[in-house]
């Protein structure tokens, strides 16, 4: 069941990193093409750092 647990909870990390890293390149776009970031690169990267930290926490208590 660890295992298991631990299996998904870094599945979720990595997805949490694709999710900020598609952030970052999406406020990239924006910025050069519309000279201003947009709202949803803003929360991408935000949720997805949000979510990684969560993750990260969970697999650190789940190891002690």
Known sequence: MTS???QKLKLQKIFSIVIIMLGIALLTYMVVVEYEPGAIPL???VAG???Y???RSR???LHR
């Open 4 to 6: 298991e647990r631990t």
């Open 43 to 45: 929360l991408m990267i």
């Open 59 to 61: 697999i650190k208590s």
């Open 49 to 51: 750092t949000g979510w």
């Open 53 to 55: 930290l969560i993750t």
